[in-house]
């Protein structure tokens, strides 16, 4: 069965997760922290802004189609940063993610590689911020731009119990419909990615 028809059922991968220790770098008002993703085979670096102390909600930003590997969206275009500061929510701004939709992809890309965003985004992300930066693992929100508007809907739908708020900004607010699912086939072509690669075949 195509992926593009089962989007909507849970997947998890197994196995622990470990962290890596924050190398910490200043971008734009929060640090830079880099966390291994065993799923991915990598370490991601995560700007985040921290409340401090413990049981603290969580707020996590995905990036748009063009996600650079040393920056996001919401640093360069917005004041994120300094807006939440004090506010006692932590902010979590991954970086990369390219094309990808932050999804689990079904196989390896060659241009864009391995991407298994949806472990990574509902456990190993988690996992680095409750121990962390006392993230309470039940007040939990994302939010998506272009791109990751799609992914913050997708993910909140498949994981009901994790995400308490979502917003999207000008995502596309389901990827099955005529024209969308061409759409997001489109966006992964014009980063050099096979979406065949992310969702499987699809009959159009």
Not at 23 to 39: I, P
């Amino acid at each position: 069965m195509s992926f593009w028809k089962t989007w909507a059922q849970d997947r998890w991968l197994l196995g622990a997760t470990l962290v890596a220790a924050p190398q910490a770098s200043a971008a734009n008002g929060c640090t830079v922290e880099n966390v291994r993703s065993n799923a991915m085979h990598r370490t991601i670096p995560v700007c985040i802004i921290s409340a401090g102390g413990s049981n603290k909600p969580t707020l996590y930003l995905l990036d748009g189609l063009r996600a650079p590997n040393n920056n996001s969206g919401w640093l360069i275009n917005t004041d994120v940063a300094r807006y939440m500061a004090g506010k006692g929510t932590n902010v979590a701004i991954p970086f990369g993610g390219a094309g990808s939709f932050y999804t689990d992809w079904q196989t390896p890309d060659p241009k864009l590689g391995v991407n298994k965003w949806e472990t990574f985004l509902t456990r190993e992300l988690p996992r680095y911020m409750a121990a962390r930066h006392g993230s309470d693992s039940r007040r939990n929100g994302i939010a998506g731009l272009s791109m990751s508007g799609t992914s913050a809907l997708n993910l909140a739908s498949r994981h009901p119990n994790f995400y308490k708020a979502v917003a999207s900004y000008s995502g596309y607010p389901t990827v099955t419909f005529p024209g969308f699912t061409q759409g997001i086939q489109a966006s992964v072509v014009r980063v050099g990615g096979n979406p065949n690669n992310m969702l499987g075949f699809y009959p159009n």
